[in-house]
T-cell receptor, first 111, second 115 residues
């Protein structure tokens, strides 16, 4: 079946550092890809998405590019802030609308 | 309300007890999903409704799990004879239509602890 693998955390960075969280997927066909974020005490929120190969999703300074050839959707941000500390989930949407999530990556940003 | 609302936020159940978890989706949203999130893991799909029709229940782990959405709005996830392995956060999400092209909005979840 379809699956998502993302890098294990926690990832600890200093403020203004560059962030990469790796995500690769296994799927039949060409699913839509997503990054969700869960801030402490809050529900999952959509961060960005890409629906086809070579699409770049972006939001709040975060970016991810749908790479069909490497089946990847790595999350990047050029300069992280303390307020970015959260758990980040990579996900794909299968036919039938359900989401398949990775295990999540904890990001901690120190001031 | 403005978002997806779940109740209760926390539930402690004794092993063998039945529980019912409620989800109030965003008003007018056609699609509703239930997910189970074990500690340190990503959410895993349980079941999906489009209006009152349960179109996919392939993720329900056993026949002790039952979900309904009788009027196409509020949904209830029921777990009978709870076991310790049922301890998890149960997430509800809704989206505007059934096309898969609209964003899924998640509630804060119900944390179930079976003791």
């Amino acid at each position: 079946g379809n699956s998502v693998t993302q890098m294990e955390g926690p990832v600890t960075l200093s403020e203004e550092a560059f962030l990469t969280i790796n995500c690769t997927y296994t799927a039949t066909g060409y699913p839509s890809l997503f990054w969700y974020v869960q801030y402490p005490g809050e529900g999952l929120q959509l961060l960005l998405k890409a629906t086809k190969a070579d699409d770049k999703g972006s939001n709040k300074g975060f970016e991810a590019t749908y790479r069909k050839e490497t089946t990847s959707f790595h999350l990047e941000k050029g300069s992280v802030q303390v307020s970015d500390s959260a758990v980040y989930f990579c996900a794909l949407r299968e036919y039938g609308n359900k989401l398949v999530f990775g295990a999540g990556t904890i990001l901690r940003v120190k001031s | 309300g403005a978002g997806v609302s779940q109740s209760p936020r926390y539930k402690v159940a004794k092993r063998g007890q039945d529980v019912a978890l409620r989800c109030d989706p965003i008003s007018g949203h056609v699609s509703l999903f239930w997910y189970q999130q074990a500690l340190g893991q990503g959410p895993e799909f349980l079941t999906y409704f489009q209006n009152e029709a349960q179109l996919d229940k392939s993720g329900l782990p056993s026949d002790r799990f039952f979900a309904e959405r009788p009027e196409g709005s509020v949904s209830t996830l029921k777990i009978q004879r709870t076991q310790q392995e049922d301890s998890a956060v149960y997430l509800c999400a809704s989206s505007l239509d059934g096309t898969g092209n609209t964003e899924a909005f998640f509630g804060q979840g119900t944390r179930l602890t079976v003791v």
